[in-house]
């Protein structure tokens, strides 16, 4: 009986196929109607544009603003460009007139009328350059001052510094002339005057002694600078230093004084004639005989006392002779050298201006290219 009320009570337990074919239908449904990450995505989306469409629904006129301000600013860069390459241009077809005329007035026209432009810049340059063939140093120096000071970012800045630099060297101050090829150097790492910004900062440094730095200088200028114009210039240096300095020949003594000659005995007086006696009868004369005539003075003989003092002056006249030729040929000697010198210095000057010139020409070249 127990046995059967418990197999009763399992079969109630087990839902029928009934049952479970009816929760299955109702779980699909469940499962039907629940909405999936795509749906949900695109509701987010969906929302997510209404809202930035409502954004843009609000502020719709600042953001016409905004526009409008980014259009006009794009305009006026443009035309600021423009006007400013018609500045350069005019600037650059002014400054050619200027150095047409060669005259100072003219190029500070284009300094004034053209201010902060490259053609200005070039204007000053130009300028110093005129006063400086002029032999008006001074005024040339502070041309160039003026151009290192307001045109430091001009294409040829480190051509004004070199100018500077130049212009104390001649002058003597070597301090500031250092200072100005290290800046050009600094301007222009190696551009066509660095290399012999350093050529001279070794001229300087012979100047003051130190060779040691001078060797330097003049062999930075071309290890920095391979396939420079002034490597010849450098080596040459280099040789002559290794040579040194010529030795200065002393001036001869000038050779002893000739001996006195000696001095002529004065011719003694001749004496008076004596006053004729009265006439007295010719018995009475006394016959002349040869103890009463007077003694003729010895003659001296033609070269006693004068061989010694003609040796002695012949002799000195050699000695003078030599020491006149050895003088001449000391001279000749230093002046072969100092032309040289000159001729070498001439050389390193004319080449430095051939760089500045050339230098002055691609100027002209980035100018006319910036106003085209």
Same mark, same amino acid.
């Given at each position: ?18 049952? %479970?074919?009816?929760? !299955?239908?109702? /779980? ?10 795509? #749906? *949900? $995505? $695109?509701?987010?989306?969906? &929302? ?5 469409? &409502? ?28 006007? =400013? ?18 005259? %100072? ?18 204007? !000053? *340059? &130009? ?5 400086? #063939?002029?032999?008006?140093?001074? $005024?040339? @120096? ?8 307001? +045109?430091? $970012? ?12 130049? !212009? ?35 001229? *300087? ?7 040691? /730095?001078?060797? @330097?200088? +003049? @062999?930075?200028? +071309? ?14 240096? !280099? ?39 009265? /006439?007295?009868?010719?018995? #009475?004369?006394? =016959? ?14 033609? #070269? ?51 760089? *500045? ?16």
């Amino acid at each position: 009986m127990a046995k059967k009320k418990k197999d009763r009570r399992n079969s109630e337990d087990i839902p029928s196929n009934e049952e %479970i074919e009816k929760e !299955l239908a109702e /779980a699909e449904v469940v499962e039907a109607n629940k909405p999936s990450n795509t #749906d *949900l $995505d $695109d509701a987010m989306a969906e &929302s997510q544009a209404s809202e930035v469409m &409502s954004a843009i629904d609000k502020n719709r006129s600042m953001i016409l603003a905004l526009v409008a301000l980014v259009v006009l600013g794009v305009m006026a860069v443009l035309v600021l460009n423009q006007l =400013k390459k018609n500045k350069h241009k005019e600037a650059g077809q002014a400054f050619s007139e200027a150095v047409a005329k060669n005259d %100072i007035a003219a190029l500070d026209g284009v300094v004034v009328n053209h201010a902060g432009s490259v053609g200005a810049g070039n204007a !000053l *340059l &130009s300028k110093a350059e005129l006063q400086i #063939d002029q032999g008006k140093a001074q $005024d040339a @120096q502070a041309t160039l001052e003026k151009f290192t000071g307001e +045109y430091a $970012d001009h294409p040829r800045a480190a051509q004004g510094l070199f100018a500077l630099a130049n !212009l104390h060297h001649v002058a003597g101050a070597g301090e500031k002339a250092k200072s100005y090829y290290e800046e050009t150097i600094a301007a222009q790492e190696d551009g066509e005057l660095t290399p012999l910004s350093r050529i001279r900062l070794g001229d *300087l440094a012979l100047e003051a002694g130190d060779k040691d /730095a001078a060797d @330097q200088h +003049y @062999q930075d200028s +071309y290890i920095k600078h391979p396939g420079n114009p002034f490597f010849a210039m450098a080596e040459e240096k !280099l040789a002559l230093m290794k040579l040194g300095t010529p030795p200065v020949v002393d001036a001869p003594k000038p050779p002893p004084p000739p001996p006195a000659e000696p001095e002529k005995k004065a011719e003694e007086p001749k004496p008076a004639p004596a006053a004729k006696p009265a /006439a007295a009868k010719p018995t #009475d004369a006394p =016959k002349p005989g040869n103890a009463d005539k007077p003694k003729a003075p010895a003659k001296p003989k033609a #070269d006693g006392g004068k061989k010694a003092p003609a040796k002695a002056k012949a002799k000195a006249g050699n000695a003078i002779e030599k020491g006149k030729a050895k003088a001449k040929a000391a001279a000749k000697k230093a002046g072969e050298t100092g032309k040289k010198a000159g001729q070498k210095a001439k050389e390193a000057v004319k080449k430095g201006g051939n760089a *500045l010139k050339k230098a002055a020409e691609k100027a002209g070249e980035a100018v006319k290219e910036a106003a085209e």
